[in-house]
């Protein structure tokens, strides 16, 4: 096992692929139908263009990538997953202490290629979802960047086809095909979770949804990376080492649109919305709207708060907590309790049960928490400014299709309403027709002069590696 990548072969990997003849021309078979989904699918017109890439040319931490124009169709799309681990096990569940499996234990084996499609169908899921916004890209900066995550989903999709292909056999490539049939929104062959079937229409929905549906990708990642069966576990820790940047640019994002709309209130003295619109940005409540949204879709990926599954893929070892082997405890969990939210006599309340029935929960209490994180800096940008606006997290049933709080009408205050008063608020609390086409309205058309910024959206504090920020970082030829 080399950490480097042999770039010479057709498809990039370190995973010696020229040696099992079989797998490699399996892959060269499906690298058509995925390029071919690129074209149809992947960022709109923009196959011609030049892009300032990062590419991965190692697994090792440091240095891994080198950044270079590249036409996206031409991106080295490759496997790459970290070095293994000697001596590794298995280190929950009841199988813990075992040595780690190189080979899928025949019993977990459909339950496993499920946890692995399910994670692959979420990657190209997000490049449909986000192929018109390159048509209005506030800066050549902000451009680069979503082709950037664009192109790293296209390869998480190739990290979890190569565990299809070399693990599964016929019906591993079934999936695989199968992975590229399925289209975002589509009403007949839709992608497999709700989130990943909603549009997301605009540049502040793209930052709010690489925030919030990114992040739910690196904590189900995270969990998969402490995984028994140890391919997987290796792929994923390297896929989340591309998922920080998709965070970073989600983030980032979210903040410069606040800092620019604090900024223009402060300056002008306003804080109307309407009055803030008129400024040619985007109005603080209009952001809470949009978070309310995306956050409470993305909570329910996580799925139920009790859940069975969950309890079977860890006590078999297939999917761990965030930071198993950091825990500090005896990692089989069959005594323990964990407390979970429901509703009881029309109030919302907690109620503990089994911990390894509440393991969906838990991880997305562990994703709360930093959520929280994110927000808490996006208020110091208003604060610092001046303003006494603050965004919050509405509480964790509001809006919810999955769990516990599904078919209650929960307000962000943690409320339990009726669904005629919870009807007559929901303006107030999510985006309406009239948010979208006002955000939409802001946004037509793309800057394309390097250096500048559209007016709704404050510049980044740095530029893309080493590069300052009125690089040319797409050449549209
Ligand atoms: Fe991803
Ligand atoms: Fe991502």
Aim: charged share 25%.
């Amino acid at each position: 096992m080399t950490s480097n990548i042999d770039y010479i072969d057709k498809i990039p990997n370190n995973v010696d692929l020229g040696r099992d003849r079989v797998l490699q021309r399996a892959l060269e078979h499906w690298q058509p139908a995925y390029m071919g989904w690129w074209y149809d699918m992947g960022p709109n017109e923009s196959h011609n263009y030049d892009v300032y890439l990062r590419t991965a040319i190692s697994v090792d931490p440091e240095g891994w990538a080198v950044f270079d124009y590249v036409k996206m169709p031409q991106y080295r799309w490759g496997i790459f997953l970290v070095p293994p681990t000697a001596g590794r096990e298995v280190n929950f569940g009841t199988n813990k202490g075992q040595p780690a499996w190189q080979d899928v234990p025949g019993e977990y084996r459909s339950m496993l290629r499920r946890l692995i499609v399910t994670q692959g169908d979420t990657e190209p899921a997000s490049v449909e979802q986000q192929r018109m916004l390159g048509m209005c890209a506030p800066s050549l900066y902000d451009l680069r960047n979503i082709y950037q995550v664009n192109v790293e989903e296209g390869r998480h999709l190739w990290a979890m086809v190569y565990l299809l292909h070399r693990y599964f056999g016929r019906d591993g490539r079934e999936e695989a095909e199968a992975l590229l049939d399925r289209r975002s929104g589509d009403v007949d062959n839709p992608r497999i979770l709700g989130a990943f079937n909603e549009p997301t229409p605009d540049w502040l929905a793209f930052y709010m949804f690489t925030f919030f549906t990114d992040r739910d990708g690196k904590f189900q990642l995270s969990s998969l990376a402490e995984s028994g069966f140890d391919p997987l576990a290796r792929t994923c820790r390297f896929m989340l080492t591309e998922e920080a940047h998709h965070m970073f640019v989600g983030e980032t994002g979210v903040g410069r649109i606040v800092q620019r709309t604090a900024e223009l209130m402060a300056e002008h003295k306003v804080d109307d919305p309407d009055h803030v619109r008129a400024l040619g940005v985007i109005d603080l409540q209009t952001v809470q709207r949009y978070l309310n949204f995306h956050y409470s879709v993305t909570l329910d990926l996580f799925g139920g708060d009790v859940s069975s599954n969950a309890a079977s893929f860890y006590t078999t070892g297939l999917k761990g907590r965030y930071e198993e082997t950091k825990i500090d405890d005896d990692h089989q969990l069959t005594d323990a309790t964990y407390r979970v939210g429901t509703v009881k006599d029309n109030r919302v309340a907690d109620e503990e049960i089994p911990a390894l029935n509440a393991l969906n929960e838990r991880l997305r209490d562990d994703y709360i928490g930093e959520v929280q994180a994110g927000v808490d800096r996006w208020n110091k940008v208003i604060e610092k400014n001046g303003i006494p606006f603050r965004l919050r997290l509405p509480h964790k049933g509001f809006h919810r299709q999955i769990g516990n709080f599904a078919g209650f009408h929960i307000s962000p205050d943690g409320d339990v309403l009726t669904e005629k008063q919870w009807n007559a608020k929901r303006d107030e609390w999510l985006p309406s027709q009239s948010d979208y086409t006002f955000v939409q309205a802001m946004m037509t058309g793309r800057v394309v002069e390097p250096g500048k910024f559209a007016n709704w959206i404050a510049p980044p504090r740095r530029g893309v590696h080493t590069q300052p920020i009125d690089f040319e970082y797409v050449r549209f030829n």
